[in-house]
């Protein structure tokens, strides 16, 4: 009769138990943050987290929505196997929606995997067309690579600049795809290229410095990630090459990490740490008390695609919420485009003293 009763007992625990997790469940949102968190990506990535991480504990502690969101943040370590691995055990746990990735080749493996599932996916700061292209479940908050080379040529156009040196990291859909752009605009508006092209395994760029300096190229666009580019200002100096450098958003870091050789250097962007700004002054202030640290336009896109989650989970989270979204966001105002892009001004920075400063806001 004892064991009887036991098995009674542990039955009913057992029971409830499961009771209570289910109910758990129907109390909370479960958003899925596959990021770079080490590797060569993980200032990117750590940078996303800390966005999406200050507005959803903002959301959670305000109780702005009916349930609690909870965030599972975990490390793709820059390896796209890594990040198909980290999807497919997040739909097994029945994640709501993603936040993520952070480059845009990871962000693709993760979006077509999403969008097979239809688990609604927004990535802060992918920039190729092919994450979104046919992906009706997939949502960027960055604009694309086309339109940054595209708003560069305009720009060097603008400013008067009639002859270019384009550095192109032949390994890179991000680079290949912003200069691809830029290419087909400087062409419509009579803009001289000269085109060279490394790749991922290059480590010495003297000679193509070398060689933009005896062409006398005054002027040198390289649309890469910081870390490849701060390897290149840096040999340019070596070679002694005198020109003005530009560069696409995959710059933001070098005035952290190269200041000294980036120093008057001019990138697109979307956020600018500047308190006086009026569409992110909160947030500056909000992520350095937390955070001891200034901002980068990585955490501004993290903090605007939670913005764009809860906003579309607050019209009922479904696509049709999401796409018909009109918001301000730290990164500007945005509406998205039949592809779910979004329709945003592009910010010209300029490196100064190891900050940037908005040199100019520019858009169609």
């Known amino acids: 009769m004892k064991k009887f009763l036991l098995s009674i007992t542990v039955l009913l625990s057992l029971v409830l138990s499961c009771g209570t997790s289910n109910d758990e469940a129907k ?10 968190l080490t590797g060569d990506l993980a200032q990117y990535g750590q940078s996303i987290k800390e966005g999406i991480e200050l507005y959803i504990d903002k959301i959670n502690n305000d109780k702005i929505l009916d ?7 975990v490390d793709s370590k820059g390896d796209i196997q890594e990040d198909i ?11 709501d929606y993603i936040l993520g990735e952070a480059a845009s080749a990871h962000s693709l493996a993760v979006a077509e995997l999403a969008n097979k599932a239809k688990i609604p996916m927004i990535t802060p700061a992918a920039t190729a067309m092919s994450v979104t292209e046919g992906k009706e479940y997939v949502f960027r908050i960055s604009f694309t690579d086309p339109y940054q080379g595209e708003m560069m040529a305009k720009y060097l156009n603008k400013e008067k600049i009639n ?9 890179s859909d991000y680079s290949v795809g912003v200069a691809k752009a830029f290419n ?37 666009f390289i649309p890469d990630y910081y870390n490849t ?39 697109s962007s979307q956020f600018v740490d ?49 796409k018909g979204l009109d918001v301000n966001l730290v990164t500007g105002h945005i509406t998205f485009d ?18 940037v400063i908005l040199k100019e806001k520019f858009g169609e």
């Open 274 to 322: 500047d308190e006086n700004i009026e569409q992110s002054k909160e947030f500056i202030k909000e992520y350095k008390a937390r955070f001891k640290k200034s901002p980068t336009i990585f955490s501004a896109l993290g903090y605007d695609a939670a913005t764009v989650l809860v906003e579309g989970i607050k019209k009922g989270g479904n696509l049709d919420a999401f």
């Open 27 to 36: 109390n909370v949102i479960k958003v899925g943050v596959p990021v770079p």
């Open 184 to 220: 087909e605009q400087s062409e419509k508006l009579g803009l001289s290229v000269y085109e060279l092209r490394y790749t991922k395994e290059d480590t010495d760029f003297k000679s193509l410095l070398t060689d933009i300096k005896n062409k006398d190229i005054k002027n040198v």
């Open 163 to 171: 002859k270019v040196a384009l550095l192109v990291n032949n390994s």
């Open 85 to 95: 691995n980290i999807f497919k055990k997040m739909a097994s746990n029945k994640v």
């Open 229 to 267: 580019v701060g390897l290149i200002l840096s040999q340019a100096k070596e070679v002694n090459l005198d020109a003005m450098f530009f560069g696409a958003d995959g710059w933001d870091g070098i005035q952290e990490n190269f200041a000294k050789v980036a120093d008057g250097a001019v990138f």
């Open 338 to 355: 039949e592809n779910r892009n979004p329709k945003k001004d592009v910010l010209f920075v300029e490196v100064k003293d190891g900050k």
């Open 67 to 73: 349930k609690q969101i909870v965030a599972e943040y």
